[in-house]
């Protein structure tokens, strides 16, 4: 049998452990939802992480014929075989990086070809974790990674609700309905992997910055989820940091409630929010060799070159002066691939037809929403920790993922960690006045 591939035990494994998710979920739902109202929509989040982590497994098994989700399994196959083999060594493995394995190891990672850079060996080592409880059955393991993908995706549910509780219905279609982040978080990808710690991240830091619940072990959570990003696609904690030290400011501006107070510190705590977010975010750049600034411009061209000969459905930003002004003229465009594009007519297959419905329909409630509220839309978000926060990371990561993409395919996995908190921003001037009416009567 081929591996990475789904037969009729894969099928037949499968359904069994989707159903017993499902009413496992259910049990779960029904002894919180009394209290927390939010767990209606607890099962139903689960199944669209199934169903994307199917989806994403038999389109890649029976449309495409292979690609990055069956490398990793089979990558990680081989390392979980190690463990009935050679317990002691796949544990060392685990705790070693690509360019770190000893020459008494290399008889194990030379058999796996798909881990050339550091960020598919971390992925390699998390899938051979699930497959040990799959019977390296690539499907099951889809199941068991969509499972993480839902832990993550229900935190970060959990957060948007922690400052608008009674937006339900926007954040569950904002974090589990979008098509885009169905397919691209669910299944055996880095995509879902960061996804989730993002979800994992977000939350905990709003237990410590903003619940005030600090413990270590909240601490070393938000730690580990972070690392997990940077480790996989250390892009994502770059662009996520600048809104979260805007989010900072407002919060504890907006807690000193004694206005003279309020004028005279403000401008000193932006100060240092600002200087410790400058000092975070360069450390970790320098952290990078991929993120250094004097290395950037070559890596954004090569992105350029890489994606529009790899095939597919490649755009273009027009000609791009790599200087300050040249970049920052690309902006508009930027935010338009990434969020409003492809266009219906620019799909060629079923996955860029899938986007290009996506944002269709994000671009409609776009201009519905800047019809009502025109200047609004950019003065009321900083009147709020969260949707200044959505609104500077809708920015900073649409402009960073749209300029360098140049290819639609690789575009629909880049933007999914940004999509929730943007359409989120959408959706909540579009529900903001139903809302009030409906709390009004």
């Known amino acids: 049998m081929t591996e990475g591939t789904i037969n009729i035990f894969d099928i037949g494994g499968a359904t069994i452990l989707v159903v017993i998710m499902i009413i496992i979920s259910n049990f779960y739902k029904n002894s919180k939802k009394e209290e927390q109202p939010e767990y209606k929509y607890f099962t139903w989040g689960l199944i669209t992480k199934i169903v994307g982590a199917v989806a994403l497994a038999f389109i890649y098994v029976f449309y495409y014929g292979g690609g990055d989700t069956q490398n990793y399994f089979i990558g990680a196959k081989v390392l979980s075989n190690s463990f009935f083999t050679e317990p002691f060594n796949y544990f060392r493995l685990l705790l070693l990086d690509n360019n770190e394995i000893p020459s008494d190891l290399v008889h194990i990672t030379n058999k796996i070809a798909f881990a050339r850079a550091s960020e598919e060996w971390f992925m390699i080592k998390i899938t051979s ?3 040990l409880f799959s019977f390296n059955r690539y499907l099951i393991s889809s199941l068991y990674i969509s499972l993480i993908a839902f832990y993550g995706s229900w935190k970060m549910y959990k957060s948007f609700l922690f400052f608008f509780p009674k937006y339900h219905k926007a954040t569950f279609i904002a974090i589990y309905l979008l098509p885009s982040v169905i397919f691209w978080s669910s299944g055996i990808l880095k995509d879902t992997i ?3 710690a993002l979800g994992i991240f977000f939350y905990q830091f709003i237990n410590i910055f903003f619940k005030n619940k600090i413990n270590i072990f909240k601490i070393i959570i938000l730690i580990t989820s972070s690392y997990v990003i940077y480790k996989l696609k250390a892009y994502i904690i770059l662009g996520f940091l600048p809104a979260i030290f805007i989010a900072l400011y407002i919060n504890y501006k907006d807690r000193i409630r004694n206005k003279l107070i309020k004028q005279l510190t403000a401008p000193i705590l932006f100060i240092i929010i600002i200087f410790a977010g400058y000092f975070l975010l360069s450390n970790l750049i320098e952290s990078s060799n991929k993120y250094k600034v004097e290395t950037l411009e070559s890596r954004v061209q090569g992105f350029h070159s890489w994606h529009t000969t790899q095939g597919g459905s490649t755009y273009s930003l ?20 990434t969020y409003f594009r492809p266009y219906l007519w620019e799909a060629r297959n079923i996955t860029s037809l899938m986007g290009a419905i996506e944002s269709f329909a994000i671009l409609i409630l776009f201009l519905i929403v800047v ?3 025109r200047l609004k839309l950019i003065i009321t978000p900083f009147k709020n920790p969260f949707l200044a926060l959505s609104l500077v990371y809708s ?3 649409g402009f960073a993922v749209g300029f360098t993409s140049y290819n639609f395919g690789a575009l629909a996995r880049y933007k999914v960690p940004v999509m929730p908190f943007f359409v989120f921003l959408l959706l909540y001037f579009y529900y903001k006045n139903k809302i009030k009416t409906e709390v009004q009567n």
């Open 129 to 131: 974790v699930l497959n």
């Open 194 to 196: 960061t996804f989730a």
């Open 318 to 337: 027009g000609e791009v002066e790599y200087t300050p002004v040249g970049i920052i003229s690309k902006i508009p465009a930027s935010l338009n691939v």
């Open 371 to 373: 019809w009502k509220n």
């Open 395 to 397: 920015i900073v990561f």
